[in-house]
């Protein structure tokens, strides 16, 4: 499986993460490209190598014409959608903003709608935010892990005021996510950073073991004492960990007996729009014999709240019962493979035996079937095919 790591001994920041990516390996006009299809004013990414503390980094720069703007989630959302960016870097770039806007909410006291973005809504923060997603994608990697993440010591001066470290959305995007202690006098970790963390990290922890291929330095904009750096590692993981790992999800659930089924699709929909891991619903039998749903929603510790935020808000539910439960989790990987009708993406799957099972994507199926007036079934089954015969 092809893994990251980031370190974020100097914690994290857009800049840094989209530094680190291309400092990596992965192609500066590939990203540059999907930042002009947004529209912004004359938005240039800017390289150098620089040195911080006598490490070699590569430093980068946003440049643009200047603007004074404060942009909606809504504004945000349409540059996306009109841009040539494909549809995961799409997800993952609106998976960040998402993540943003609630914590922006939250601590505002307003709606996600509503919600004025200050410094993210500024050019060059969308310019960090949506080059790291094309880059993750461009990095190609299955699973992304972090250390424990500094925040710093200190005062920050924002679009509200002058607020302590982390500042108030920073400190609600680590919200159950492992924090480092390490008391420098600064920012060290941004709302752009936290969010990126908060949206795409799949387990926190040590570096685990792996075989690294490739190696990133990114370098903060500040210099401090200390090496102002992020380190990405990436890699493909040893056969030591190639087999099941676990790790820790929560589980929320509530009883409903008076909620329309259309409601229950819509709220499934969203809460998988807003980053659940898995939505399902079993038929019960409630008190006085009524026919009702448990709505059940697997989930990243850090996405608790926002989800059980959506399920009061789009069902009837009154409580949501909240557990932590290990789950056990093959390896995996995606790829394409070739059919007689066209080309189909699907997800490979390790078993402890080592052998692999190919399991097609439903909406590539479905559109090839479509298109070709052709079975869902056919279409899935020469996928399959396709994949064993190689």
Request: proline letters at 5%.
């Amino acid at each position: 499986m092809r893994i990251a790591y980031l370190d974020c001994a100097s914690g994290i920041s857009g800049d840094m993460t989209l530094g680190a990516l291309v400092d990596a390996g992965v192609d500066l006009a590939a990203v540059q490209a999907g930042i002009d299809s947004l529209g912004l004013p004359s938005c240039r990414l800017v390289v150098q190598e620089t040195k911080k503390c006598g490490f070699r980094a590569t430093q980068l720069t946003v440049e643009h014409e200047p603007e004074h703007k404060h942009r909606h989630l809504h504004h945000i959302e349409a540059m996306i959608a009109g841009s040539v960016l494909t549809e995961r870097q799409r997800e993952l770039a609106l998976r960040i903003f998402g993540k943003l806007a609630e914590a922006e909410a939250k601590v505002h006291g307003t709606t996600i709608q509503k919600v004025h973005f200050h410094e993210v809504g500024a050019v060059d923060s969308i310019a960090d935010i949506v080059g790291s997603a094309i880059a993750w994608d461009l990095l190609g990697v299955e699973r992304i892990v972090c250390s424990p993440v500094p925040t710093g010591t200190g005062f920050v001066q924002i679009a509200h005021g002058r607020c302590s470290i982390p500042a108030p959305a920073t400190g609600e995007l680590l919200r159950g996510i492992p924090l480092a202690d390490f008391a420098a006098e600064g920012e060290l970790t941004t709302p752009t950073g936290a969010a990126i963390v908060a949206a795409l990290v799949d387990q926190f922890g040590p570096l685990p073991a792996m075989t690294v291929e490739a190696i990133g330095y990114g370098a903060g904009q500040k210099d401090f004492a200390h090496p102002n750096l992020l380190r990405l590692l990436v890699g493909e993981t040893t056969a030591k960990t190639a087999s099941s790992t676990s790790d820790t999800i929560v589980l929320l659930e509530t009883n409903l007996d008076d909620v329309t089924g259309e409601a229950i699709g819509f709220a499934s929909e969203r809460l998988r729009q807003a980053g659940a891991l898995d939505v399902s619903t079993t038929p019960l039998a409630m008190k006085k014999s009524r026919p009702g749903v448990l709505l059940a929603v697997q989930c990243r510790p850090a996405d608790a709240e926002a989800l059980a935020a959506v399920i009061f808000r789009e069902t009837t539910a009154l409580g949501v019962r909240r557990s932590t439960v290990e789950r056990i989790v093959l390896p995996r990987r995606t790829t394409t493979v070739a059919t007689a009708h066209g080309e189909v993406s699907g997800i490979v799957a390790t078993l402890p035996d080592g052998s692999e099972r190919f399991s097609p994507e439903y909406d590539a199926c479905a559109k090839l079937a479509a298109e070709r007036s052709l079975p869902l079934e056919q279409i899935q089954s020469a996928a399959r095919a396709a994949f064993t015969t190689g």
